[in-house]
């Protein structure tokens, strides 16, 4: 079974650009977390969708924003970039039930820098 | 709101010694308990899980976790540690489907 893809691998934007990622997950997955990862905040959750629907959202301005497909597959944009959002974005995906208990299986994460 | 604090940030080891990571959260109901390992280059991957039952856990590699519920926390353990074993460790907590709290992590070194 294929695990979660993320495209792109690396990102270079500058400040004020917008910019899109996006996550493919597991197939039959379809809970699909986003996550923020920085050598200063650690790893932060941003939100998840589950069924096309945001079911929960981290503490992130409105810039940050996300979606989900029919197919499970996931969007995140951010708008008006700014120097603090360079940081490694992470997908997880994780059982068609999305219960609290089953596991997240994380991708290889989309390197983002911000000049 | 739920927290999790991980108490080294930097460990260094030498193999065969033996591995005690803590982790403390703060939640007020019910909360799944993991342990997740980053090893360099790769992706974050399950250690171990707890959910319920047995406050011990096993996961791969060699590693277990103790849950103790009225000191609220959640240890990562091995008796022996390999050089293979040098990577980023994280300790997180979910009380919501798809949401997942992170400690800080704690980088393991371990010396040949």
């Known amino acids: 079974k294929a695990g979660v893809t993320q495209t792109p691998r690396y990102l270079i934007k500058t400040r004020g650009q917008q910019v899109t990622l996006s996550c493919s997950p597991i197939s039959g997955h379809r809970s699909v977390s986003w996550y923020q990862q920085t050598p200063g905040q650690g790893l932060q959750f941003l939100f998840e969708y589950f069924s096309e629907t945001q079911r929960n959202k981290g503490n992130f301005p409105g810039r940050f924003s996300g979606r989900q497909f029919s197919n499970s597959r996931s969007e995140m944009n951010v708008s008006t970039l700014e120097l603090g959002d360079s940081a490694l974005y992470l997908c997880?995906?994780?059982?068609?039930?999305?219960?609290?208990?089953?596991?997240?299986?994380f991708g290889p994460g989309t390197r983002l820098t911000v000049l | 709101a739920q927290s999790v604090s991980q108490h080294n940030h930097h460990v260094i080891l030498s193999e065969a010694a033996s591995l005690e990571l803590g982790c403390n959260y703060s939640y007020g109901g019910t909360v799944n308990l993991f342990w997740y390992v980053q090893y360099p280059g790769q992706h974050l991957q399950l250690l171990l899980k707890?959910?319920?039952?047995?406050?011990l856990v096993k996961g791969i590699k060699g590693f277990e976790a103790e849950f103790i519920k009225s000191k609220f926390s959640f240890n990562l353990r091995k008796p022996s540690v390999q050089w293979s074993d040098t990577a980023e460790y994280f300790c997180?907590?979910?009380?919501?489907?798809?949401?997942?709290?992170f400690g800080d992590g704690t980088t393991l070194t371990v010396k040949p």
């Open positions: 997180a907590v979910r009380a919501n489907a798809g949401k997942s709290t």
């Open positions: 997880a995906s994780s059982l068609p039930g999305g219960s609290s208990y089953n596991e997240q299986f």
């Open positions: 707890y959910f319920s039952g047995d406050p």
